[in-house]
T-cell receptor, first 114, second 111 residues
Framework: NAGVTQTPKFRVLKTGQSMTLLCAQDMNHEYMYWYRQDPGMGLRLIHYSVGEGTTAKGEVPDGYNVSRLKKQNFLLGLESAAPSQTSVYFC?????????????FGPGTRLTVT | GENVEQHPSTLSVQEGDSAVIKCTYSDSASNYFPWYKQELGKGPQLIIDIRSNVGEKKDQRIAVTLNKTAKHFSLHITETQPEDSAVYFCAAMDSSYKLIFGSGTRLLVRP
């Protein structure tokens, strides 16, 4: 099992450009999450999904959109990138989203917006 | 909503010594508290967790304690080794089953 994989690993964008980050999991998990990690701020939830075809807003959803067309994939889109979106993005998945249910994280995507 | 504070932000210990990282949370309804370890260039990985009906949990050299009255929980690492060097995050699961993370502690174990 590959677990949770993310594509790409690194990306540099110019302000106003768009891009999509891809997350894939092979554990048949129902729940998937997108976080951003900034220095001194831990991980903050952007959007999450409780199952195929569903999405919901997290703590910092502005400027991002997501889609969960297939159970194994969770896409994070930036329609018009801004320097404030420079961050490391992590995808995670869990089986049920409940207590004691481990969230498995991908290796991250480092995004720089100039 | 839930807010989690974590201290210290950096911690340097001599190999073999113990390390303690502390977190406080604000929402008394939170009842699940995991700890994650993040090595350089990798995603966070769960190392231990505790539920609110338990005061302490141990797994070899790591332990977590929880004080629900005071709303704080701590990670204890004994007999530290260089491979324990990493960033550690605490988290609390809020009433809607979302994890709220602390700001992280960078632990350096000096050989």
């Amino acid at each position: 099992n590959a677990g949770v994989t993310q594509t790409p690993k690194f990306r540099v964008l110019k302000t106003g450009q768009s891009m999509t980050l891809l997350c894939a999991q092979d554990m048949n998990h129902e729940y998937m999450y997108w976080y951003r990690q900034d220095p001194g701020m831990g991980l903050r939830l952007i959007h999450y999904s409780v199952g195929e075809g569903t999405t919901a807003k997290g703590e910092v959803p502005d400027g991002y959109n997501v889609s969960r067309l297939k159970k194994q994939n969770f896409l994070l889109g930036l329609e018009s990138a801004a320097p404030s979106q420079t961050s490391v993005y992590f995808c995670a998945s869990s089986s049920t989203g409940l207590q004691n249910d481990e969230q498995y994280f991908g290796p991250g995507t480092r995004l720089t917006v100039t | 909503g839930e807010n989690v504070e974590q201290h210290p932000s950096t911690l340097s210990v001599q190999e073999g010594d113990s390390a303690v990282i502390k977190c406080t949370y604000s929402d008394s309804a939170s009842n699940y508290f995991p700890w994650y370890k993040q090595e350089l260039g990798k995603g966070p990985q769960l190392i231990i967790d505790i539920r609110s009906n338990v005061g302490e949990k141990k797994d070899q050299r790591i332990a977590v304690t929880l004080n629900k009255t005071a709303k704080h929980f701590s990670l204890h690492i004994t007999e530290t080794q260089p491979e324990d060097s990493a960033v550690y995050f605490c988290a609390a699961m809020d009433s809607s089953y979302k994890l709220i993370f602390g700001s992280g502690t960078r632990l350096l174990v000096r050989p």
